[in-house]
């Protein structure tokens, strides 16, 4: 793997050399004044000036992109651009694998808007996407039975959900969803389905959505129950009943400062 990389820099740093790259290379510059974008340093502030490349792409040589997606940056500017970006892409991987790890269920946003699936198979399908993108359904050996056993449901409700979502084309009936139905229901993004604490349907979404908006926003109690109506399609009243409910079983309480906390 290392030797690969090391093989990949090389090839790079070989094209860089080109007097294409060159050429374009002194184009950007000169558009820029000779001056890092960031930090307005110079060539008169003796510092090394690099042409960065915003985004990358596949199968496109550095002098094939267009002159805004490139930037002049100081030698010092440039590198800790590409450490941030290195330590976003490790920040997300470690996100990745803590999802992994913790068996935790994406539940997509856009789900809470459909109708024609129960909140069982709403979370049986959110299950099917998790394993699409980790674990490769076919040939990871998730039976129904072991999907029943994960997500604390009866084996017939979830033969039950992948009938109804093969008969609708949403998956076929190894339970792969298909890549048109996965792109609609990811574009919006997801939440944690937050696993244990015996509650199970409506109340299990509704939780989750909580404990995903809680952290993002901390709303105020008085703001939640207008914005959750808002987002998920509930009347106030509906809200009401499920904070209620949670409430009950002390997973949700408001505090003195009048904001809604969500215990997990």
């Not at 596949?58 to 970006?85: A, F, Q, S």
């Not at 604490?197 to 509704?206: A, K, Q, T, V, Y």
Request: with cysteine; hydrophobic share 30%; charged share 35%.
């Amino acid at each position: 793997m290392k030797t690969s990389k090391k093989k990949e820099e090389t090839e790079y740093t070989r094209l860089l050399k080109d007097a294409r790259w060159q050429k374009k290379r002194l184009e950007i510059l000169e558009r820029d004044k000779w001056t890092c974008k960031l930090c307005g340093k110079g060539i008169n502030d003796e510092i090394t000036l690099n042409v960065h490349h915003i985004l990358y792409r596949k199968d496109c040589m550095p002098w094939e992109y267009r002159n805004r997606d490139l930037i002049t940056l100081c030698e010092d500017c440039h590198h800790n651009l590409h450490k941030k970006k290195k330590d976003n892409e490790k920040k997300q991987e470690k996100e990745r694998e803590y999802r992994r790890s913790m068996g935790i269920i994406p539940f997509f946003r856009k789900l809470l808007y459909i109708d024609y699936l129960t909140p069982s198979e709403k979370i049986v399908l959110s299950y099917l996407i998790k394993l699409k993108h980790y674990d490769k359904l076919y040939g990871s050996g998730a039976t129904k039975s072991a999907i029943a056993k994960e997500l604390s449901m009866t084996r017939i409700t979830v033969i039950s959900a992948f009938q109804k979502m093969n008969s609708l084309g949403i998956c076929d009936e190894n339970g792969l969803v298909s890549d048109s139905y996965e792109k609609e229901f990811c574009k919006n993004g997801y939440f944690k389905i937050a696993k244990g604490r015996n509650i199970s349907g409506d109340l299990l979404i509704f939780y989750s959505y909580l404990v995903a908006k809680s952290r993002e926003y901390g709303y105020c109690i008085d703001t939640y129950k207008y914005k959750l109506a808002e987002e998920t399609g509930k009347t106030e009243t509906a809200i009401t009943k499920l904070l209620n409910r949670l409430y009950r079983l002390g997973l949700a309480e408001r505090l003195e400062n009048g904001k809604l906390q969500i215990n997990q």
